[in-house]
């Protein structure tokens, strides 16, 4: 049996928005993801008029203007960056929470691609680990997951009638 595939490709349409929300709380390391978010963008053909970056004050704030940048109907994309440390806040859990649950909600109302780059450790060190170096940068993964579900999106609005897809 064979089913038919539908997935997103990795470069970037010409006529694709994205809005970048970035928190200001902990930027030595959310000012790293941005950058990797930005060099994913650009390495699979985005260009900077592509991209709106909204920055916010701490990542507790990230999901109300993810919802604004969702209604302004101005993005076809959302990009949510920021950092939280268990170590340096009483409140990480709800912080967090609200971060992760709050960009997840605006996803499902907006109907938006959202990619949830919002690191979430326990130390710093780990942090700067997930913001490029030897973990990666979760920024650049966040984005090239934004690139690919949106594409993913169209194909969906696109999507042949049953049997006349690509086979695997
Ligand atoms: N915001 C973060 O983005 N990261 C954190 O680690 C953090 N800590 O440690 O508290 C943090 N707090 C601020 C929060 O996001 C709000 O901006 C603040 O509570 C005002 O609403």
């Not at 992760?100 to 326990?122: H, I, W």
């Amino acid at each position: 049996m064979s089913a038919t595939v539908i997935e997103g490709s990795l470069v970037v349409p010409a006529s694709a928005r994205f809005a970048i929300v970035a928190a200001r709380f902990n930027h030595l390391i959310v000012d790293r993801l941005v950058e990797g978010a930005l060099d994913a963008i650009a390495r699979h053909g985005g260009k900077a008029e592509q991209v709106s970056l909204i920055k916010v004050p701490g990542a507790w704030e990230i999901p109300q203007a993810l919802d604004r940048a969702a209604r302004s109907k101005k993005f076809d994309a959302l990009i949510a960056l920021g950092a939280v440390i268990r170590g340096s806040t009483p409140h990480f859990d709800f912080v967090a929470g609200e971060a992760a649950s709050g960009s997840a909600r605006v996803a499902s109302q907006s109907g938006l691609p959202t990619a949830f780059g919002v690191l979430t450790t326990d130390t710093i060190e780990q942090a700067i680990e997930r913001s490029g170096t030897k973990a990666g940068n979760k920024g650049w993964d966040a984005a090239l997951v934004a690139i690919e579900m949106l594409n993913l999106y169209r194909a969906l609005g696109e999507a042949p009638a049953l049997g006349e897809g690509k086979s695997a």
